[in-house]
């Protein structure tokens, strides 16, 4: 069994609520090299935003393991389904 590729992901964006300072944190996750999100954090309104570099699309979230599973669907390599 593979070990899980959500645990790295909450835990960086964990330490983005964590950090005490008033700038909004940014954060960028790749696959192959090439950029496919940006998150920002904004301790003040407590919102995650995700910027999709692929679908030039921005999404607001309130909740970190939503904000998560986004992550993990735009970097996470595609699995096959042949046998």
Known sequence: MKPS???????RL??????QSDEVQI??????????????YDS????????????QQTYEFDNIDYVAVE???????ATSTED
């Open 14 to 19: 964990e330490a983005m609520r964590e950090d």
């Open 27 to 40: 954060r960028r996750f790749e696959k192959d090299g090439k950029e496919q999100c940006i998150v920002r």
């Open 71 to 77: 992550i993990l669907e735009l970097v996470q390599p």
């Open 44 to 55: 003040k309104s407590r919102m995650f935003e995700l910027e999709d570099r692929t679908a």
């Open 5 to 11: 590729q959500l645990i790295p992901i909450i835990r």
